[in-house]
């Protein structure tokens, strides 16, 4: 598996090209990577998972602009429940990718109760909010307090990010080791299926 540290610097580095190009392609591994194909899987599977999240933080963003519209808010809001469900399918194939590349885990090992998709799910959230607090803390037309609150909240971000990456390893020595276990949590959404969200089939069913 990739280390943490390794994740989160694919994350800044994925985070600036995009902000650079909204339009650039998740990037791939290249082809003569060396890498074993479940790293590289797990590779794709996490920048595809950031991109998920980069989007989805700038659609929300959408969803604040003073004046926006009834329509537009309600384009939004239809493209923050899709970007959300794509969210969570990655982190569950994270979780599945990793359970097989852990093997046949201790079943006497004490559960963990967040799995390394999750974590990496707050991981990608770290790194976005490091980069848009980076820009408060060097925007040109910010106060000098804005600034200063700004580069204090960034030493506490990088802190948090440091900590979480830092139990992603240990989570994942201690699964390498028999100590502790985790399990694929299904995030089992409704608002998504039009056969489990009341606000969507009765108005089918009224129509």
């Not at 384009?75 to 899709?82: F, N, P």
């Not at 390498?176 to 069913?205: C, E, T, W």
């Amino acid at each position: 598996m990739l280390t943490a540290l390794e994740i989160t610097r694919l994350h800044d580095q994925a985070t600036l090209r995009w902000h650079q190009d909204p339009a650039a392609p998740v990037p791939l591994v290249p082809a003569a990577s060396a890498a074993p194909a479940p790293t590289v899987s797990l590779i794709e599977l996490a920048l595809a998972h950031h991109r998920a999240n980069f989007d989805l933080w700038h659609e929300e963003d959408k969803a604040r602009e003073p004046g926006a519209s009834d329509a537009a808010i309600a384009r939004v809001k239809c493209s923050i429940d899709s970007l959300n469900q794509t969210r969570n399918d990655l982190v569950e194939a994270i979780d599945r990718l990793l359970l097989a590349a852990a093997g046949v885990q201790n079943p006497a090992a004490p559960l963990h109760s967040e799995s390394p998709g999750l974590i990496l799910d707050r991981l990608s959230v770290l790194a976005l909010k490091l980069y848009h607090t980076a820009e408060e803390a060097h925007r040109p037309t910010a106060s000098e307090a804005h600034r200063q609150r700004n580069l204090a909240r960034l030493d506490l971000l990088r802190e948090q990010r440091a900590d979480l990456a830092a139990c992603l390893d240990e989570l994942w020595q201690q699964v390498l080791a028999g100590r502790r276990r985790f399990k694929l949590y299904r995030q089992l959404k409704m608002y998504n299926d039009p056969d489990l969200n009341p606000a969507v089939y009765a108005h089918i069913s009224g129509a």
